[in-house]
């Protein structure tokens, strides 16, 4: 179901001091979208399989800062070295872009190929025709310019005017061409959108909005399901679940994927707790639960998890999140920080992880929520937790570790 985006009733319910925002799951999704149920990993595994640069990350143990935080156990699933790309967005957009590109040659060719075929001579020559464009902040540009790149296609990237020359330069050094947009992400989007309507090219967008094509946004979403195939092969064998997972979330993409994936996969169970984590100054999910519909907010002042500054969540999304999230909670600027400083040192002989701050933020939403309400949150000695390291470093010039 296509749901209406409604503006936020003010601007400054946007920057108020938000508390933990805790409900009862539903029953439920009553019917889970066919990228979240059992076999949706499948076909990205295989297909990203076919890479020269794939394979699973680490799923890895803080015991000390667990320890430190007065919870039983910490895993973190480290997406910094995902694919040399350093995000798990280099699964979404790479899968979409391939998945796209085989369907198109199926079409030209009207035969079914097989992942391996993309590499010959002449369906390379086939794809040099092909042009993909997306919005980004970084990340998701970076995923879908080296898919390209492998292939022999041409890619485009939009970048809003808060994207960083240090991000922009990322994307370009793996070909693609980039175009500045004024505005912020959700200007950007239109315009990659509007461009490869004009153009004749493959639009490879991360979010979906009122009336638009989902098509290729699903497969995206789609691709971020190999994370919890990689989850269950690593924890196979280990008798106690989790029941504690903090997903950061800009429109709620890889949110949507862990829960919907993860229920589906029987990696959670019903007393699980899963929880949203945004940055304070850009909380599109926590406000349009409270509102009890998508909204989008207004621009409000930059953050330094630029990869969640997103203003409205992706409708393609929002129903899974609205069914299956039982928190939300947001992080400050400066809690971040910390949190990328914690993991950067390692606590005690942990393993040090040089993390980003929106890669950071599940951390910085769990340490909140100890300091908080341990008590009413099941924050004790038989928690376990799963986080998600999403993303290395992007600005090295700011980057919270460095300081």
Request: glycine content about 10%; overall charge neutral; some cysteine.
């Amino acid at each position: 179901m296509v749901l209406p985006l409604k503006p936020a009733e003010t601007p400054t319910e946007t920057l108020a001091n938000r508390p933990v925002l805790l409900r009862d799951r539903s029953s439920g999704l009553k019917q889970a979208p066919w990228w979240c149920d059992r076999n949706a990993g499948d076909e990205p595994l295989r297909l990203l399989q076919a890479c020269p640069r794939y394979a699973p990350t680490d799923l890895i143990s803080l015991p000390r800062t667990a320890e430190r935080l007065g919870v039983g156990e910490i895993w973190i699933k480290d997406e910094t070295q995902r694919l040399g790309i350093g995000s798990f967005k280099g699964l979404g957009g790479a899968y979409a872009v391939l998945k796209l590109a085989m369907q198109h040659v199926e079409r030209r060719t009207g035969r079914a190929i097989l992942p391996a075929a993309l590499m010959e001579p002449g369906v390379r020559a086939m794809l040099s025709e092909l042009t993909f464009s997306c919005a980004s902040d970084g990340n998701h540009g970076r995923s879908v310019s080296a898919a390209a790149r492998l292939i022999g296609a041409r890619a485009v990237v939009y970048l809003h005017a808060g994207v960083s020359d240090e991000r922009a330069a990322h994307i370009s050094r793996l070909g693609a061409a980039t175009v500045r947009v004024t505005g912020d992400y959700h200007n950007s989007v239109e315009a990659a959108a509007k461009a490869a309507s004009q153009d004749g090219w493959i639009a490879v967008p991360d979010t979906v909005g009122p009336g638009e094509d989902d098509t290729a946004c699903t497969l995206v979403v789609q691709g971020y399901a190999i994370l919890i195939e990689e989850i269950v092969a690593a924890t196979r064998g280990q008798s106690k679940p989790f029941t504690h997972v903090l997903v950061q979330a800009g429109v709620g993409g890889l949110a949507a994927s862990v829960f919907g994936h993860g229920w589906a996969r029987g990696l959670f169970g019903r007393d699980t707790h899963l929880w949203i984590v945004e940055p304070e100054r850009s909380a599109c999910l926590y406000e349009s639960t409270r509102a009890e519909r998508p909204i989008r907010l207004p621009p409000g002042p930059a953050t330094n998890m630029a990869m969640l500054e997103c203003q409205s969540p992706s409708l393609l999304v929002w129903p899974v999140i609205d069914a299956l999230a039982t928190g939300f909670l947001t992080v400050t600027d400066e809690q971040a920080s910390d949190a990328v400083r914690l993991l950067n040192a390692g606590v005690s002989g942990d393993a040090p992880l040089r993390v980003g701050e929106s890669g950071a933020a599940g951390l910085a939403g769990l340490i909140r929520a100890a300091d908080d309400r341990r008590d009413q949150l099941g924050l004790d000695q038989s928690a376990k937790v799963l986080l998600f390291a999403t993303e290395g470093p992007t600005d090295l010039s700011v980057w919270s570790g460095s300081r």
